[in-house]
């Protein structure tokens, strides 16, 4: 039957030429609803026909969703099509769907990521078994592993044809389409409109000023090509925000060229200013003889070689008006090609001072109020490289958190050209070592007891070691329990055998074991002389009972542990401690890894499927996540309390666990409470342990257990609704529906912004 479509969710219906009608699909969800007839489809095979024309983005990931009377609600029963990545241009699916049952409505996805496209043609016709054998079978033998099919093909005869056609099946849908949809080329097409419209479209859409800042842009130049250096200079001309000065500082360039092209633009905008040095001093050097031509409320800073947004001044002006305390801030970027094309974006956390010291998170844009740079002396030369993380980690001395701004858009270009760091991170080594430099120096001035060390095989990132006072602070690790011998004395024997740091006690809270297996192990594990068994007899809630042994326990740092946890690291402890005991710290997590050496917990997203989620889940140890956040000690907004370390005096300040949430989020809501209370929650990878997850209760597939945690969800959501829609340490141009760190399709602030120009 040819079938029509009606439009149902995120398509709009567009006038244009084509055999077709032309759409727009707006986001990651839009479906057509088709229609069938009265009687609906009986079960069988069918064979599936769709012609697509796209004619804007790419088609990626088109699916089938049949309703067996219960609803779209299993996603197991999606019935992908192998048109995994289609870009500009006709294609056609051709393919064998089996509907397992009669179905009462039928659904197509056409995609999961923006894009404009006609569809020329949908049509189902049903086939016989024999003939979906042959063909199942025909284009299997095509694929090849010819002699592994005919091997399993006469098992199945002898086995019978039903086992038959179920291996023919899953062996023919096993080519599905890619999930990675994170395609930021796709992202900018549709939510960075750069025609004329779309910049008209910005800027109407951006608030009237009550302030109007002046923005003096700081260029120190040597030696740039001149096309690089024109586009530079003509990114920030094409500024949309008209309140603006230039400050170029050319550090006695041999080539004459480069003070030539400055003299004409100086000479026909009076807003450019420049200064020409007679000797080289490099780039800090000239970043100050930049600084002395500024005259503006605050200093934006540029390299030489890249591009700024033509909205960045206009936005971030709109940010310093909505937000008057703020006395610096910062941007996304990305990086940008010689031919133009964007890739690479950052998307960043707000203000995160760990992963700043780690990472230069913050780099550009960077905007400063003028007189904090004067306070700070403007740049220092000897870190040369790395001048613009040593000016921030000064600046950022003398601010307040609420003093430190982020604007979640991509309003900075890196120019990826050969010798740039967008290029190559780890081609100026010098830089490397002089943000070593700038960081150790800054726990000298602040009498921050800690020290820089390297990474292996990672230039331009670092782990911060903060020292432990003597005597170590004495850590209780609460470890609740029933029963499951085998996975306590993994649990204790991982800890007692493997752990570096000495002063630590492990309190097993029992709550009613019964197996003689495991309280003999009670009796003898106890003979340790810091091993203890409290008895907790009540109906099992994870939050009464830790709270219960944190009463019971003698540490100044409480260990939150699952009993189906295994160190597997040395210095596990040593380095959670590290954090804990400091002032400004709340709870601190660790690297959780599956048994199979994949991540289980990275760190939480709140908002992340309605409530929180972990970063990174499934992928192999060593991932580096996005911008190597996997690899890197950070904030967090919430950790796991499979592994989590709090001190005792902020447990108590806010109350412990709350006794209202029995399983689910009760870790997550401690943490939040925790941060709301003033303190930051941090996630570092350098403390690594398995999680046999779930092995001791099961999973939650219990009607009993599925109402109890929708139950802790409404509560999660109601108390905390506000604080779920916008985790700082993530940001709103990633999904809170696809995995996290992926782009969201479209983004929860809806950008309209443009590319950089590059007219030049």
Avoid at 324 to 329: V, Y
Wanted: with cysteine; aromatic share 10%.
């Amino acid at each position: 039957m040819n079938a029509e479509l009606l439009p149902i969710q995120q398509l709009q219906r567009l006038d244009g030429a084509g055999t077709g009608t032309r759409w727009r699909a707006s986001g990651n969800d839009p479906f057509f609803e088709v229609v069938l007839p009265p009687a609906g489809l009986q079960g069988g095979w069918y064979w599936l026909e769709i012609g697509f024309e796209v004619l804007r983005g790419r088609i990626h990931g088109p699916a089938l969703y049949p309703d067996y009377g219960r609803g779209y609600v299993v996603e197991a029963e999606r019935l992908w099509m192998p048109l995994a990545d289609a870009r500009k241009g006709r294609h056609t699916v051709r393919r064998l769907v089996r509907l397992a049952a009669d179905v009462s409505a039928l659904r197509f996805d056409p995609t999961i990521v923006p894009s404009e496209f006609q569809i020329l043609g949908f049509s189902l016709t049903r086939v016989g078994k024999l003939d979906a054998a042959r063909a199942m079978f025909g284009e299997l033998w095509a694929r090849g592993k010819r002699m592994a099919l005919l091997r399993r093909t006469v098992l199945d005869l002898l086995a019978g044809p039903r086992r038959m056609a179920y291996h023919l099946y899953n062996d023919y849908v096993s080519v599905v389409t890619a999930t990675d949809v994170s395609d930021y080329e796709v992202w900018v097409d549709f939510y960075d409109d750069c025609s004329d419209e779309g910049i008209a479209l910005a800027v109407e859409s951006l608030p009237e000023l009550r302030s109007s800042p002046c923005f003096s842009v700081i260029v120190p130049t040597y030696n740039t090509d001149s096309r690089w250096l024109c586009a530079c200079i003509e990114s920030v001309r094409a500024q949309t925000y008209p309140n603006w000065e230039l400050c170029i500082a050319d550090d006695a360039s041999p080539d004459p060229a480069v003070w030539a092209l400055i003299e004409d633009y100086v000479a026909s905008d009076p807003r450019i200013k420049a200064v020409r040095r007679t000797e080289n001093g490099h780039i800090a050097a000239a970043s100050n003889s930049a600084l002395s031509l500024a005259t503006g409320s605050h200093i934006a800073l540029l390299d030489h070689d890249d591009a700024l947004h033509p909205l960045a001044l206009a936005w971030c002006a709109v940010e310093l008006d909505r937000n008057p305390r703020w006395r610096m801030l910062f941007t996304d970027e990305d990086k940008i090609d010689v031919h133009g094309k964007r890739s690479d974006p950052y998307f960043k956390s707000d203000w995160n001072p760990d992963l700043f010291l780690s990472q230069n998170c913050v780099c550009h844009l960077g905007i400063y109020a003028r007189d904090l740079i004067e306070e700070i002396g403007g740049f220092r030369q000897g870190f040369d490289g790395a001048q613009d993380w040593d000016l921030t980690l000064r600046a950022t001395e003398r601010l307040d958190a609420d003093q430190i701004g982020h604007v979640p858009k991509v309003l900075y270009h890196w120019r990826m050209i050969e010798g740039s760091t967008a290029m190559a991170p780890g081609e100026k080594s010098y830089a490397h070592f002089a943000a070593m430099r700038a960081i150790q120096d800054h726990f000298d001035r602040t009498g921050t007891p800690a020290t820089v060390e390297e990474m292996p095989g990672y230039s331009g990132y670092y782990h911060i070691a903060h020292a432990i006072p003597e005597p170590q602070p004495r850590v209780s690790l609460l470890i609740p329990t029933r029963d499951r011998v085998d996975l306590l004395r993994q649990c204790v024997d991982s800890i007692l055998q493997r752990t570096a740091y000495r002063n630590y006690e492990i309190v097993i809270v029992d709550n009613g074991s019964v197996e003689p297996d495991t309280l003999d192990y009670f009796k003898r594990i106890t003979r340790q002389s810091n091993v203890r068994v409290l008895a907790y007899d009540a109906p099992f809630n994870y939050s009464k009972i830790n709270n219960f042994g944190a009463e019971h326990s003698e540490g100044e740092i409480i260990g939150l542990l699952n009993n189906d946890v295994e160190v597997i690291s040395p210095h596990w402890l040593t380095e959670m401690v590290s954090h804990a005991n400091r002032i400004e710290i709340g709870v601190v997590g660790a690297m959780l890894y599956y048994p199979n050496d994949t991540i289980q917990h990275a760190g939480v997203v709140l908002g992340i499927g309605g409530v929180a989620g972990h970063s990174y889940v499934g992928m192999p140890r060593g991932y580096p996540g996005d911008k190597h956040r996997a690899g890197l000690v950070q904030s967090v907004s919430a950790v796991t309390a499979a592994c989590a370390l709090v001190r005792r005096s902020v447990f108590e300040e806010v109350g412990g666990l709350d006794e209202e949430l029995v399983v689910a989020f009760n870790d997550v809501d401690f943490c939040i409470r925790v941060r709301e209370a003033g303190y930051r929650n941090l996630w570092t990878p350098f403390a690594e342990l398995y999680h046999h997850e779930s092995a001791t209760r099961g999973y939650e597939n219990t009607h009993e257990k599925i109402e109890r945690f929708k139950r802790e969800e409404r509560f999660m959501k109601s108390r905390w609704g506000r604080a779920l829609a916008q985790d700082p340490y993530y940001n709103v141009n990633f999904s809170l529906t696809s995995a996290p760190f992926t782009l969201a399709y479209p983004p929860r602030a809806q950008l309209q912004y443009v590319a950089a120009a590059d007219n030049c």
